[in-house]
């Protein structure tokens, strides 16, 4: 397993070795002893979540409030999506720094999302299964939200805003200035 250390301070990209053979391949996806060795996080895993998604739909960017923040591991197991993390933590280095990585079930790439990030992700394949491991357990009446526009980010979605389908409760979302105290 490789770990990359991103702009944002504690989120990570993570390549597991894989093993590949005439019959398929085979790798690891998670190991928790490897995984504090590497990068020296002790997050529990507490819920995994799962979602499929065609090709333009946007989620994101969400985060979780206080007591109730989450960071997660996610990775696709089928399809492209593009992945998007925001720090918002107004304590950080590198609050209001996005990091953007492409995850697909050919790269088995990983992206690591500590506790006061915003993340979303926008699916570039046709279909795309997204799974996320989550140190914390949902709360509803914590959910936050940024603007998946917010002209301070300057996120490149890849795809053309017309192509994009998104809830309406996420073109709903306040942008960055009014979500997150500064």
């Known amino acids: 397993m490789q770990v990359q250390q991103t702009e944002i301070a504690g989120c990570y990209i993570i390549e597991p070795k ?4 005439k019959r398929g391949y085979f790798f690891e996806s998670f190991s928790q002893s490897k995984f ?4 020296g996080i002790t997050s529990q895993f507490v819920q995994d ?3 499929f998604s065609t090709k333009g739909v946007l989620r994101g960017l969400h985060f979780q409030k206080g007591e109730h923040a989450q960071a997660k591991l996610v ?3 089928e399809g492209e999506v593009l992945d998007v993390a925001v720090d918002i933590r107004p304590e950080s280095k590198t609050f209001g720094k996005v990091v953007t990585t492409l995850l697909s079930s050919k790269n088995k790439k990983q992206m690591y999302v500590p506790r006061g990030c915003a993340h979303g992700f926008v699916t570039l394949s046709d279909t795309a299964t997204f799974f996320y491991k989550c140190d914390n357990y949902y709360n509803a009446a914590s959910e936050g939200g940024i603007l998946y526009n917010d002209p301070s980010f300057n996120i490149d ?13 996420d073109k709903l979302l306040p942008v960055f200035k009014e979500a997150v105290p500064h």
Do not use: A, C, G, M
């Open 18 to 21: 894989v093993f590949e053979d």
């Open 36 to 39: 504090e060795q590497l990068t």
């Open 49 to 51: 979540n799962e979602s």
């Open 75 to 77: 990775r696709v197991v």
């Open 157 to 169: 979605w890849i795809l053309n805003e017309e192509d994009l389908i998104i809830s309406e409760k």
